[in-house]
């Protein structure tokens, strides 16, 4: 009788809708940003970067972020694209993103830290590029605040000596442009493998019982 399995198939079906009801989204997002350098918070930076330095960006990356606790450690994502300080080019590696909240809500971002991470030539002083730091809205459609109150900010790491390493920030002002696609569906593994199961149920109804078995 096939009745069994079309229940078994009924019942996962329904179970699958349900998990799928609550899948993530992944929105792939590209933001740019165009501004120049407006100060130096050392003036090693200076000889590299003088104030008035063009400064650009197009980042890509998943808006699939980790949950929001005030506790939690920064979680690295994938990202893609290139961040241009003058004439030098640096290419995206990823950004670590934390989740920050000023009003006492722990798993409600007011904004986003992204220090977006790339590799690319170092300063005239040897100096290593350290993050470039977005301080992004919950939306992650804008900047929180409007710089220069809230100022963007480029590090560069310097050599390590025997007392540590130095870092060295310029401030940035400028316009971001964020641009989501619409989000696509991805299923959680659970739902997956309950629809394997279901197949495997029904081939399962579909073979035959070798001679002797019991029906």
């Known amino acids: 009788m096939p009745y069994p399995t079309l229940h078994r198939l009924a019942g996962a079906s329904l179970c699958l809708t349900a998990l799928c009801s609550g899948v993530?989204?992944?929105?792939?997002?590209t933001a740019s940003f165009t501004g120049a350098i407006t100060s130096l918070r050392d003036g090693r930076l200076g000889s590299t970067f003088p104030v008035g330095t063009a400064v650009s960006a197009t980042v890509n990356f998943d808006n699939t972020l980790p949950g929001v606790t005030l506790s939690q450690p920064p979680v690295i994502i994938e990202a893609s694209g290139n961040l241009i300080f003058g004439t030098r080019v640096y290419t995206v590696t990823g950004i670590q993103v934390s989740g920050r909240s000023v009003v006492l809500a722990p798993t409600i971002p007011d904004y986003w830290l992204f220090v977006i991470q790339a590799t690319g030539p170092s300063t005239a002083n040897g100096d290593l590029f350290y993050g470039l730091y977005w301080y992004l809205?919950?939306?992650?459609?804008?900047?929180?605040?409007?710089?220069?109150?809230?100022?963007?900010?480029?590090?560069?790491?310097?050599?390590?000596?025997?007392?540590?390493?130095?870092?060295?920030?310029?401030?940035?002002v400028g316009t971001l442009n964020v641009q989501a696609s619409n989000a696509v569906p991805v299923p959680p593994t659970a739902a997956l493998s309950l629809l394997g199961l279901a197949a495997l149920g029904l081939t399962r109804r579909r073979s035959p019982a070798p001679a002797g078995a019991p029906q």
């Open 24 to 29: 993530a989204t992944a929105a792939p997002v």
């Open 137 to 172: 809205n919950a939306a992650l459609d804008g900047f929180r605040g409007a710089p220069p109150h809230y100022p963007l900010q480029a590090a560069w790491a310097g050599p390590i000596t025997a007392t540590g390493r130095s870092i060295y920030a310029a401030n940035i």
